[in-house]
């Protein structure tokens, strides 16, 4: 069966970087469009970053030069470099993959990762 799982979620002070991971199996993630999405305490889940099959990336102004999102087709990993953290960032954030773009980017996706801890300080 196809499994997301997330990692590298932490504790940070304000204006450090973080690296999350997302490892893919039971398909290669080549096959899909992934990206990132995050909830924060109490709010509603909103995108972050996603990249679709042919290598188009589209980020939410919130993550905008200041996250990178990548992926390594072979190695099956979809990866975010977070720099220049904020308190506002501090959120469960959230591995995502389907065939379709559309449907990743509009919260959508077939799969989910089951989340990974992001807390930032001032």
């Known amino acids: 069966q196809v499994q997301l799982m997330e990692s590298g979620g932490g504790s940070v002070q304000a204006g450090g970087s973080l690296t999350l991971s997302c490892a893919a199996s039971g398909y290669t993630a080549g096959s899909y469009s992934m990206g990132w999405f995050r909830q924060a305490p109490a709010k509603e889940r909103e995108r972050v970053a996603g990249i679709g099959r042919g290598g188009g990336i589209v980020y939410a102004d919130s993550a905008k030069d200041r996250f990178t999102i990548s992926k390594d087709n072979g190695k099956n990993t979809l990866s975010l470099r977070m720099n220049s953290l904020k308190p506002e960032d501090t959120a469960i954030y959230y591995c995502?993959?389907?065939?379709?773009?559309?449907?990743?980017?509009?919260?959508?996706?077939?799969?989910w990762g089951q989340g990974t801890q992001v807390t930032v300080s001032s």
């Open positions: 995502a993959a389907d065939v379709d773009f559309s449907k990743l980017w509009t919260g959508r996706p077939r799969y």
